[in-house]
């Protein structure tokens, strides 16, 4: 083995880590703000996808911007799913909340699957961005498209939950709502932005997935189960443990896909043998903190 | 309010002539939509008797798979020697799963179990000499493939299974069981023993969960990992339990009746593909509707009635 044969599947798990990093980190920003699991999640990111698929091929609309028109539409979506059902229901069990967003999850994937039939498709447009030869490592010119546009979604999430005035709104509501309240914030606004911003990542998501895997309902569910064991890796909440949790995972799936003999067929079996060792060790995750209760 | 088993013998009793008046009276469709029935109640109690100490899971289909790739893999000896081995290989996988999460809270707690049934697939997988691998196994036929008899061995675990939960919430485990749930910090001061309480729910929970996977397994004698390993098997025990009632013996039944009907009608009215639409819809309705479960909308309702009636006694 040589380190060509070592260096091309590394880069391609890299861009890979980017698009986990751009599911994740919208989730655990959800997750972080208004302490639900979204369930969802990766439903939405599938929706993304089928919206730019379908704005390419029927109205020829490049992905590098239907994207965009999906994640408009994704927030879109989240505000209405925020305020039409999730805003009644946080007082509630954190198993009525967990249960919640799961059935919102079955609901989309059975309407989509009823709706455009569970086959895969697969998106034929011409490459955005030139093929990358680095010696004789190639990298095609989707998945760099994809690592930069998920790095950029990355940290275009940092600055607007560290910098902002909706981030401040954001981290205030969420450590402590009550304080918030009596001090003239809208806390239910605050939930709403985290969902409508978590909403617009998937969307970005969704379209980054529309151009490196098979647009299929189920698509959403597989990348979302993914996601959930990155944000526990990282620590739930964390949005650099988000990131952390997106390399470390795609690197040993890379890995264990490229050299282990049948390897490919695991799936996301070496996601939770990862996350089961990093509980061992730290019970809330690379970066996370004790919940409380 | 803990339960008194004694007084539970009707419901027993209803459990049981339900299940054996279907099984002498009923069509074939009818059959196998009760043992659709018994398999997701059994593995709806084994779900609930481990959420009653706060811990909300979402692994069972690991226990479910367990149980019947077990059965499967141990089909050739005597028919007990598949449930001793599926029952007995859950019971233990469950102690060894409780004592790896211990020390997770809640959501980390759900993730991790998530994570246990999905990557149950792998050594299925590895192991391929004696689980068959992908292309599966073929477990020993539970009373020898005839349903109707297979609905009264159904029937009668599931009697068991209920008889587990009522002592589950008598006065022996109910106020531990509910401290554990409520203030597990309190619990151990107050003289609790919280470990082993923990992973007696697991081995419960397990025990049963694995039963329900060496029936299943043995209904149409042929399971491959995605069948059993499925994600489903983990959100169906979930969602009836919530939707019946979480914390009774009676709710996770009640739920479990009402969605496999409605799933019955959607298949009718929907066809193959999507007809699991109204899972969802159905979910998001009582969450939104009844947060307590069937069972605690019912029991508002009685009571609301009785208080009335005291209230018109009175002059």
């Known amino acids: ?293 | 309010m803990s339960t008194k088993i004694v007084w539970r013998l009707p419901v027993y009793l209803a459990i049981g002539l339900l299940g054996g008046g279907f099984a002498y009276w009923a069509d074939p469709y009818l059959i196998q939509i009760a043992l659709g029935v018994v398999v997701a109640a059994l593995l709806a109690l084994s779900w609930d008797v481990l959420s009653r100490c706060g811990q909300v899971s979402l692994g069972h289909a690991g226990f479910f798979g367990i149980g019947a790739y077990f059965s499967a893999m141990f089909a050739e000896f005597h028919p007990a020697i598949p449930w001793i081995a599926g029952i007995g290989a859950c019971a233990i996988a469950a102690a060894l799963l409780g004592m790896l999460t211990l020390r997770l809270q809640r959501v980390y707690f759900t993730i991790a179990t998530l994570g246990f049934a999905l990557a149950l697939q792998v050594p299925v997988l590895i192991f391929d000499g004696w689980t068959g691998g992908a292309g599966g196994i073929a477990p020993a036929l539970v009373a020898g493939g005839d349903p109707a008899a297979q609905l009264l061995v159904g029937t009668a675990l599931l009697v068991i299974a209920a008889v587990i939960s009522d002592v589950v919430l008598s006065a022996w485990f109910r106020p531990a069981f509910f401290m554990i749930r409520t203030k597990p910090e309190l619990a151990a001061s107050s003289g609790v023993p919280v470990v082993r309480t923990k992973l007696l729910a697991f081995v419960m929970s397990g025990a049963l969960g694995g039963a329900a996977g060496v029936l299943y397994a043995g209904l149409y004698g042929y399971i491959v990992p995605g069948d059993v390993f499925n994600l489903n098997w983990s959100v169906l025990p979930l969602a009836v339990t919530i939707l019946g009632g979480m914390d009774t013996t009676l709710g996770p039944l009640l739920g479990t009746i009402v969605l496999r009907l409605l799933e019955e009608v959607a298949r009718a009215y929907i066809g193959g593909v999507g007809y699991q639409v109204v899972y969802g819809g159905v979910i998001i309705f009582f969450i939104a509707v009844m947060p307590t479960g069937l069972y605690g909308f019912l029991r508002g309702i009685v009571m609301r009635l009785r208080s009335d009636a005291t209230k018109a006694d009175k002059p």
């Open chain 1, 1 to 293: 083995m040589d380190f060509a044969t070592l260096l091309q599947p590394l880069l391609l798990s890299l861009a890979a880590a980017s698009l986990y990093a751009a599911v994740a980190s919208g989730l655990t920003l959800e997750f972080g703000v208004v302490k639900i699991v979204n369930f969802a999640h990766g439903d939405f990111v599938m929706l993304g996808a089928f919206v730019t698929y379908f704005l390419a091929t029927r109205y020829g609309i490049s992905p590098a911007l239907g994207m965009f028109i999906a994640a408009l539409l994704m927030g879109a979506l989240s505000a209405l799913v925020y305020y039409g059902f999730l805003a009644r229901i946080l007082k509630q069990d954190q198993h009525n909340q967990l249960l919640a967003t799961l059935g919102l999850s079955i609901l989309i994937v059975n309407t989509a699957a009823i709706l455009w039939t569970p086959d895969a498709r697969a998106l034929h447009v011409p490459e955005i961005l030139p093929t990358l030869h680095l010696g004789r490592v190639t990298i095609p010119g989707n998945n760099l498209f994809v690592a930069l546009v998920g790095v950029c979604l990355y940290l275009a999430l940092l600055y607007v939950l560290n910098y902002s005035r909706w981030g401040t709104l954001m981290r205030l509501a969420s450590d402590d709502p009550e304080l918030a309240t009596y001090s003239g914030l809208d806390v239910n606004k605050a939930f709403a932005l985290a969902f409508i911003i978590g909403g617009f990542s998937a969307g970005i998501a969704g379209g980054l997935v529309s151009l490196v895997l098979y647009v299929q309902p189920l698509v959403g569910i597989d990348l979302g189960i993914r996601a959930f064991a990155i944000i526990a890796l990282g620590g739930l909440g964390s949005v650099p443990g988000a990131m952390i949790g997106a390399v470390v995972l795609s690197i040993v799936e890379g890995i264990v896909n490229a050299f282990v003999p049948g390897g490919g067929s695991w799936g996301y079996g070496i996601a939770f043998v990862v996350l089961i060792a990093v509980f061992l060790v730290r019970p809330y995750g690379l970066f996370g903190k004790e919940l409380r209760s």
